[in-house]
């Protein structure tokens, strides 16, 4: 689960080690757990990017931003640094400020798309530069020399790329009620990328300290 980029289902470890699917199931939660977060960390800083994604099947009939049978996802990821994705129950512009408001320094740039709900919450930062990808612009250059700076959000949409394709191909559905576990499992191998695997295990051991969840706690909805 800390090296493979798509995770591992639980089905698979089940055959693997030999174990009842629900002990493996369980175990998985478990690692997912001890990868999250923990609660006493820094803020984003530099420029960071900020996103909405929606997670769940696909609604017939449906467009534009969100369905109502889809999660909706916020994520930010600090350019070379870390990813750190919330689910939100609407993606509003209070509820877009108040993440932001936590996980982000102000003295940060922000990069949005132009989506309106970004607008308000971006005048808390040094600055926030959006790309209108509905008149076809993703990327640009704002400045001149020294202190040109590239405009985009690519990094936070390849994220969101990398997870759904992932979602997909691995485990095939997540349930709203355990998104935030699988959520936590993409961010910390987005963040730890750039450490080797092993490493990358043992600091997961080492976040495992003290974290205890009963399988009561966690299947609820399996």
Known sequence: MCAGKNGVAALELSRTLDIAYSSAWFMCYRIRYAMSRPEQTEKLDGIVEADETYMGSKAHGKRGRGAANKTP???LVERNGEARSQVVANVTGENIGAILHQQV???ATLMTDSYQAYTKPGEQFAAHHTVDHGAGEYARTEGEGETAIRVYSNT????FSQLKR???GTYHHVSAHH???YLAEFDYRYSTRKD???ERTKRAIRQAAGKRL???ESAASV
């Open 179 to 181: 998104l935030h576990r």
């Open 156 to 159: 936070v949409e390849g994220f």
């Open 166 to 168: 992932s979602i997909d």
């Open 105 to 107: 320094e102000p003295d």
């Open 73 to 75: 996802v916020v994520t």
């Open 196 to 198: 080797k695997d092993g």
């Open 214 to 216: 009963k399988y009561g």
